[in-house]
């Protein structure tokens, strides 16, 4: 199973940089659950560089149910030879961090679009040929393939069903490597791995706004989530904040929720952080999308509600999880305004949303126990930006967006207060927004990353 990636212009041998993989380290060797995954350069020239990942996966490993996975195959079948959800969750693995668009320093590089091309052996293709140019061909580049007959030696069986595909054009490396993520299972209707509520989370954190305004969005969504009413419903739900999607509407935007966990994710894995504590992690969306990242070795989550503890237990399956997965991940009822030694301990801590729903007389509380006493390396806090309440024609001027929400910051209040705590506890912090900018009244969320000074 092959993917190889070929960048064409000026200096092309900064493709390392932007996957993260050194062409002079070469192979290099990941361990995954199914097989082993092995990144090499087969070309490095000023311009014209290749990187390729190759995947090396067991059947018989498969049938056993290898790293006690229950076995879903058969002992004969394609799944060492075919690029399907595998290699998806290989890309995952290996090119995660290309995937977030991070580049530190040639981040003008990653922003930029590049002459890019992807080619990937063995696709199975369950659908008529010609819907590869109708998936791939809207998102910017030339489609051609090659398919092959099932045995040369028998010409009258056919052509088999799998091609080589071959992708060109102009983009982002990070929106390539999110394309052949998503799209690759929606050729190959066999999953290796469960298919519930969150490939939901998946398909609407990496689809981003490129699946929204897709001509083949129903086709897309409808394989990717195997035809599974309930989990294609949901999707459209969530991204239509709570309305089935009708035939006329428009592709709206991602919505603001998805939208957040995705500056929040990238923030804890910018960081470098291995150990995060999600403080009032509600239904366990964040906890979701850190238990499927392997940078993140210790998970923990925290909230007053017992209610919404039992959600995100259940979101995350923890009653039927692997031993792997129970001694990552934590659950545990507490509150925000008292100590409790075990949030102690952690690289980085999340607060999404939160402290609008405290009063604003245990603020100083607050600070005390996250930034005093619990003191991770790196915080991140989200809460709303008042100012953009304008933009909402149903608010009026002296109504906050949650009926439990005891304040809403404007943009100089939420400066002023995170710069004077950062001062007094020994931070720095840097402040961005989220969501759609408007020129008056900036994004509808803003977002602190404290970073513990030295």
Known sequence: MLLTITYTGRGTSDLGYLLYKNPNRCPQAFDLTFGMAHVFYPEVTDGRTTAALLLDIDPLDLAKGKGGAEGLFDYVNDRPYVSSSFMSVAIAKVFGTAMTGRADAHQELSDSPLELSAEITMLPCNTDFAMLARVFGPLGYSVSFEARALDESFPEWGESRCVDLTLRGSVRLRDLLRHIYVLLPVFDRHKHYWVGD????????????????????????????HRQRDLVGEYFARLNDGLEEPEEKPAREPGLNAKRLDAVLDALKASGARTVIDL?????????????????????????????????????RLETASERTDERVTLFQSSLTYKDRRIQGYDAASVMEVIEHLDAARLNVFERVLFGYAKPRVIVLTTPNRDYNAVYEKLTADEMRHGDHRFEWTRSEFSAWAEAVAA???????????????AEYGSPTQMGVFELCE
Do not use: N
Not at 287 to 300: H, N, P, T, V, W
Not at 427 to 437: C, F, R
């Open 198 to 225: 969150d490939e939901v989370d998946k398909l609407l954190r990496s689809g981003g706004e490129w699946l929204e305004t897709h001509p083949e969005r129903k086709f897309i969504v409808d394989r990717y989530l």
């Open 280 to 316: 009032g992690c509600g239904e366990g969306r964040l906890l979701s999308l850190l238990l499927r990242d392997g940078q993140f070795a210790k998970i923990a989550g925290t909230d007053v509600s017992q209610s919404s503890l039992k959600r995100a237990s259940d979101r995350l």
């Open 424 to 438: 007094r506890r020994g931070y720095k912090v840097a402040i961005s927004g989220i969501g759609d900018v408007s």
